[in-house]
């Protein structure tokens, strides 16, 4: 399995300031995703973060507001930018396994914004 | 749209019960059936999958039984204990969308002990 460390664990923010939440992975991944999970809520896909190229967005989200790198095959950024309070939210990084079955989480960015 | 619906809600049993959860999709490519386990402050892991082509699969004290007919999973857990209680999620994949995983709105499951 792989090991995923995401920082930071948590953060609280002032409303329109940027916050870039890193996910690093101990061995290299096919593919990596980021998701949000709002309080008690599952989890939506934000995009896929493709190695060397611009992210693929899901519906409602956009560049502009959540911007994803992905330098290499171990490591991705997410900015969270012109943060709100509606974007009070666990964020999570997440990988697929080598056979792209199992999908690995990291233990997630808890966002207060206020 | 939701791609893969799940029950109930929120679920409380006794220690040593058997809690019962229920997912149903309509995608017929999805092809891989995961459940997740999640603490609070944790993120998902991963506690068991099937594939479409087997009806039911058992790792320790969890059980996932599959109806492919009828598009219906669910995760059972035998003798549940105290510490099961977590947030438990299914999920679906295919992979004409990239492996996308589409996951079940969760459920909340609190074992007395």
């Known amino acids: 399995s792989a090991v995923i460390s995401q920082k930071p664990s948590r953060d609280i923010c002032q409303r329109g300031t940027s916050l870039t939440i890193q996910c690093q992975v101990d061995s290299q991944v096919t593919m990596m995703f980021w998701y949000r999970q709002q309080p008690g809520q599952s989890l939506t896909l934000i995009a896929t973060a493709n190695q060397g190229s611009e992210a693929t967005y899901e519906s409602g989200f956009v560049i502009d507001k959540f911007p994803i790198s992905r330098p290499n095959l171990t490591f991705s950024t997410l900015t969270v930018s012109n943060m709100s309070p509606e974007d009070s939210s666990i964020y999570l990084c997440?990988?697929?396994?080598?056979?792209?079955?199992?999908?690995?989480f990291g233990q997630g960015t808890r966002l207060t914004v206020v | 749209q939701q791609q893969v619906k799940q029950s109930p809600q929120s679920l409380i049993v006794q220690k040593g019960g058997i809690p019962i959860i229920n997912c149903a999709y309509e995608n017929t490519a999805f092809d891989y059936f995961p459940w997740y386990q999640q603490f609070p402050g944790k993120g998902p892991a991963l506690l068991i999958a099937?594939?479409?082509?087997?009806s039911e699969k058992k790792e320790g004290r969890f059980t996932i039984s599959f109806n492919k007919s009828a598009k219906q999973f669910s995760l059972h857990i035998m003798d549940s204990q105290p510490g099961d209680s977590a947030t438990y999620f299914c999920a679906a994949r295919t992979t004409n969308t990239g492996n996308q995983f589409y996951f079940g709105t969760g459920t909340s499951l609190t074992v007395i002990p």
């Open positions: 997440s990988v697929t396994g080598i056979m792209n079955t199992e999908a690995f």
């Open positions: 099937i594939r479409p082509d087997v």
